[in-house]
């Protein structure tokens, strides 16, 4: 069975997050860590989802 | 100050290495979590400690987004890693390359596939031998030979105990040893330089603001061919395959490492900038890829420095293990193993383990020869070339588990295709240094090398792409290569067919087996045995496809796919095609029980409805049993285990003649007839007669599974037999009451004749004999009497009820007894011992308490051995009078002892006995309000009967 939601997921974040996160963090005033930030966001996202993933397999 | 950081990276290689053993073998859970993620982190080698540095230089930015991408394989494991590790249940695979072969078949697959790797690889590994290079350069001034010596000394010796004892947890420990060094040395020796240039991390920002480095590093020009390339890579890198896959971790740390590898490589990229501002301020004169240990050590930090050190010789040396061994044992698996004839071998795993070290040897020494050549370029380079190349696996891997038409031909051509503009483009420049070809007859001139790294590795890609896609579109599959296609399947549930296997036992597997492997079959088999937890006696057709299945399983991943499945029809053939059996019922129950969860939309609801009407036929109130073409048992629900009391899943997968008796030879019997009934079959179960209708399915055809279902009529039966028998008693009542009415007149001129006799005589003989004919006069009225009541239905004596004297009864009964028949008529009247008191009464009529006692006393007369005592006795209490009339005869038969008040049950031989005397007495000791009981054995005794008669007693006489 295809994982439908994480599929869209995928083309949301590639079609939508991704470009602004990109944009948000190359900014030429930003800080230089800020691209760090938008990684930690993806871990903790991952996070949330692999601990909900969890819950229901328990 | 080099001799510090020698000392230094010494103490923390040990100090590293000791921690990682600690963790590993006395660790809990968290601790071996913690093993594999450090481990996985550490598979990416030295490109995190030595060329993320140069790459940030290079491509600024780009590179957050390439490792980044290289992370993402984790995140999206369920679309990627997670079909083939549920596939991986069934078959282990021990390499990409044993999925690639599984999934396109053929030997061909296997030799591209491990050839191309191995490639492609190549550069992986000289990149981690010019990382141990650049550290001895750093810290020593000493010949390299006895270096390069060393380190293939050490490695050898990590390989080969990695070989001996266990594969899997020892590669992990070291790897994790690695990345336990190097997350606090990327961090320590950016906070020290940029301590120790900048003063503090606020000055660095505005350092890289004033020297315009943050313009610099946000450049993304190469960004998107980084992105591809590392994501790519990072499906086909033999450590991830390995660890997420082949060692087959639990989903739970599947599914930790979604987040826990992308956290690692954050925390481990932080550094990278401060580290390349620092140098690049402190104008170092070395370059990017030693930042880690040379920046440190110029800021007069030795211990940072050594700690630098030490991770990168640490991760160079695992890693280069890890890929050694990975790759020898896909050598062996792909180019040796299948077509050895491993039965040869007396040591078996001993020879694969000296093929497994000589070759890893072999590929190490021609990654240090190499080295030697490719010195010029960068860390960098080689994994960017290096990844490139493992990117060419990816398309086939993807198209594995998404595109069922892609097929061995355009998967082999793809590869072919791809690997080869790779050669050209990147791998072979790196040997032999960037060259250019003009076009004939044009002005473009094709430049081949790192110059244009990122045309090629796309160039490479996207034909092999197409290859692919043009090959499998416009050729076409065998029956084999569709069958496994569908296995491979992202949305698939492997089910095992219901094949037929050409062995009936473990033994002859066993025995078939050792003719392939010699004595690894028996150790092979007692492993699938106790994984399966089954008996060596098995023999149930669905047990010994399991085995085979978990033997097929390991033999995969111990040797690979193609030996394996060498061995699996030299040894454990199958008896029929594949194609000719339907999907085991219970095994596809069983997979779709375990993978409910995954079941969304109509399929949900489907299931739904499998689990409704499963419920229905388990809890149907007849049994069902459901059979395979070859006879084997497909479902058996809960009616016919609560029959038969045998479970269902002892029985599911067996044959019917497996069954115990006697429903192995009633149902075959049944089965071989042509008649799809067959009503009241008599069943002896647990000493008791039962009865059951058989029906089957009409269609036996051979092409369909047969259908049994089998109906309890035990109860029908009974009321039949009791239906006959109230008719016999009917005829028997109807009976009685004529001879009672014939017998009535002759018998009151008895009496009236016998009253005259002793009224017209003195003889006191005469007047005796005359008494005693009245007497017996009297008692034929009663017993006429009797009959006629019996006849009427047992009209109840409740009013006619008197004190009756029960020592009399049992007095006149012997008497009478005494009288009887004439093979007793010379025993003595001693035979029958009354020991009752002369003063118990009880409410009732004497007759019939008279006529319950020659019956009882007669059954026991006759049960015994001439001259053998029968005797009465009584005791009181609780004004409950009980009478024991007890003999030591043969007593009674179990299987009658239940029925034996029912009337026409009898142990006598036919012709001696009606089977009515007991069920009348029964009647009559109903009659007087009292209660009978049966002993047998008698009471106090071994042997013979002891018949209890319980009244009220009667005190007011």
Redesign the interface.
């Known amino acids: 069975?295809?994982?439908?939601r994480?599929?869209a997921v995928?083309i949301f974040l590639s079609s939508v997050v991704i470009p602004l996160a990109?944009k948000w963090?190359?900014e030429?005033q930003g800080?230089?860590?800020r691209?760090?930030v938008v990684?930690?966001i993806?871990?903790?996202a991952?996070?949330i989802?692999?601990r909900h993933?969890?819950t229901?397999?328990s | 100050m080099s001799l510090d950081i020698v000392t230094a990276a010494v103490g923390f290689i040990t100090l590293g290495v000791l921690c990682s053993y600690l963790l590993a073998r006395h660790g809990g859970r968290a601790s071996n979590n913690l093993i594999l993620v450090l481990a996985l982190f550490a598979g990416s080698g030295s490109l995190l400690a030595t060329g993320t540095i140069e790459m940030a230089g290079r491509y600024g930015?780009s590179t957050?987004?390439a490792l980044?991408a290289f992370t993402m394989v984790f995140?999206?494991s369920?679309?990627i890693f997670y079909p083939i590790r549920r596939l991986s249940k069934i078959i282990r695979f021990a390499s990409l390359v044993d999925f690639l072969t599984f999934r396109f078949r053929g030997k061909t697959v296997a030799t591209v596939a491990s050839s191309c790797l191995i490639i492609a690889t190549i550069p992986l590994f000289l990149a981690q031998l010019l990382a141990l290079e650049s550290v001895h350069n750093f810290l020593f001034d000493s010949d390299k030979v006895f270096f390069w010596l060393l380190i293939v000394l050490v490695i050898t010796t990590i390989n080969w105990r990695t070989i001996e004892i266990s594969p899997v947890q020892n590669l992990r420990w070291i790897m994790a040893a690695a990345g336990l060094l190097l997350l606090p040395a990327l961090g320590l020796a950016a906070l020290v330089s940029v301590q120790s240039i900048f003063g503090s991390v606020g000055e660095m920002?505005s350092w890289?603001v004033d020297s315009g480095q943050?313009?610099i590093?946000?450049r993304?020009d190469s960004s998107y061919s980084l992105f591809i390339i590392f994501l790519a890579a990072s499906f086909a890198l033999p450590v991830n395959f390995t660890i997420v896959i082949s060692e087959h971790i639990s989903?739970?740390q599947a599914?930790?490492t979604?987040?826990a590898y992308?956290?690692l490589m954050?925390l481990a990229?932080?550094p990278v900038?401060p580290l390349l501002w620092s140098g690049i301020a402190v104008q170092s004169a070395s370059p990017l890829q030693d930042y880690l240990f040379a920046l440190p050590a110029l800021t007069e930090h030795p211990v940072v420095a050594g700690l630098g050190a030490a991770s990168i010789i640490l991760i160079s040396i695992a890693l280069l293990c890890s890929m050694s061994t990975m790759l020898a044992k896909m050598v062996l698996n792909s180019f040796i193993l299948p077509g050895k004839q491993l039965q040869n071998q007396p040591r078996l795993v001993h020879w694969i383990n000296i093929r497994l070290l000589l070759v890893s040897s072999a590929i190490l020494l021609t990654a240090v020869l190499l080295s030697q050549v490719v010195r010029e370029h960068s860390i960098t380079d080689l994994y960017l070339v290096g990844f490139a190349g493992l990117a060419q696996l990816t398309p086939g891997m993807l198209a594995s588990i998404y595109l069922p038409k892609a097929n061995r031909r355009g998967f082999i051509v793809g590869l072919l295709g791809g690997i080869s503009v790779w050669l050209v483009g990147l791998a072979l420049p790196l040997l032999v240094g960037d060259w250019s070809w003009q076009l004939p007859g044009t002005t473009i001139s094709l430049v081949f090398g790192m110059e244009n790294w990122d045309t090629w590795a796309f160039e490479a890609l996207m034909l092999n792409i197409v290859l692919c896609t043009l090959f499998s579109v416009f050729s076409k599959m065998d029956k084999q290569e569709k069958q496994f296609a569908r296995l491979c399947m992202?949305?698939n549930i492997y089910i095992p067919a219901r094949v037929q296997l050409s062995h009936s036992s473990v033994e002859e597997i066993n025995i078939s087996l050792r003719k392939s492997l010699g004595d690894e079959a028996d150790r092979l088999i007692e492993r699938a045995l106790n994984s399966l937890q089954l008996d060596s006696s098995e023999s149930r057709p669905a047990a010994l496809r399991k085995i085979r299945d978990h033997i097929n399983s390991s033999l995969t991943l111990r040797f690979g796919v193609l030996a394996a499945d060498r061995i699996m029809e030299e040894s454990i053939p199958l008896a029929a095609a594949t194609d000719q059996e339907s999907d085991d019922i219970y095994l596809i129950e069983s997979v779709l029980a375990i993978h409910s969860?995954?079941?969304?939309g109509i399929?949900s609801e489907l299931n739904k409805l499998r689990i409704h009407h499963r419920e229905i036929l388990d809890n149907l109130p007849i049994g069902l049993v459901a059979l395979g073409q070859s006879g084997e048992i497909l479902k058996w629900n809960s009616t016919m285990a609560a029959y038969t009391a045998i479970d269902e899943n002892s029985v599911r997968g067996a044959l019917v003649s497996d069954l115990p008796e006697p429903w192995n030879s009633a149902i075959q019997k049944f089965l071989n007839n042509n008649d799809s009934r067959a009503e009241n079959l008599r069943f002896e179960l647990q000493g008791k007669a039962r009865w059951f209708n058989l029906q089957k399915s009409a269609d036996q055809s051979t092409d369909n599974d047969s259908i049994l279902l089998i109906e309890e009529s035990t109860k029908s039966v009974l009321l039949t037999q009791n239906s006959i028998n109230n008719e016999r008693l009917a005829s028997v009542g109807r009976l009685a009451a004529g001879v009672a009415h014939e017998i009535g007149n002759p018998v009151t001129g008895i009496a009236c004749l016998a009253q005259n006799l002793q009224y017209e005589t003195e003889a006191s003989e005469i007047q005796l004999s005359a008494e005693q004919i009245l007497s017996q006069t009297d008692r034929i009225n009663q017993i006429v009497q009797s009959l006629i009541n019996f006849s009427r239905g047992e009209q109840s004596l409740e009013n006619s009820r008197q004190p009756v004297n029960v020592r009399d009864a049992a007095v006149e009964a012997i008497q009478l007894l005494s009288l009887g028949s004439k093979q007793h008529e010379q025993a003595p009247v001693q035979q029958f011992l009354c020991t009752l008191s002369a003063d118990l009464y009880i409410l009732g009529d004497h007759h019939q308490l008279v006529q319950v006692m020659i019956n009882l006393l007669s059954n026991a007369r006759d049960a015994s051995a001439e001259g053998s005592p029968v005797t009465i006795d009584a005791e009181l209490q609780d004004q409950q009078l009980r009478i024991m009339i007890s003999d030591s005869g043969s007593g009674i038969d179990n299987d009658i002892e239940e029925r034996i008040f029912e009337p026409f049950v009898t142990s006598k031989q036919p012709g001696e006995g009606t089977g009515l005397g007991l069920w009348i007495v029964f009647s009559l000791v109903k009659n007087l309000g009292g209660e009978i009981n049966l002993s047998s054995p008698a009471i106090n005794s071994d042997c013979g009967t002891t018949v209890q008669l319980q009244f009220t007693v009667h005190t007011s006489k």
């Open positions: 069975m295809l994982n439908y994480l599929v995928l990109s963090a190359i030429p800080s230089w860590f691209p760090f990684w930690a993806v871990v903790f991952a996070y989802l692999q993933r969890n229901n397999e | 930015y957050l987004l980044f995140i999206f369920p679309l920002n890289v943050r313009l590093v946000q993304m989903n739970r599914g930790l979604a987040w992308p956290l954050l990229s932080l900038f992202v949305d969860d995954r079941l969304t399929a």
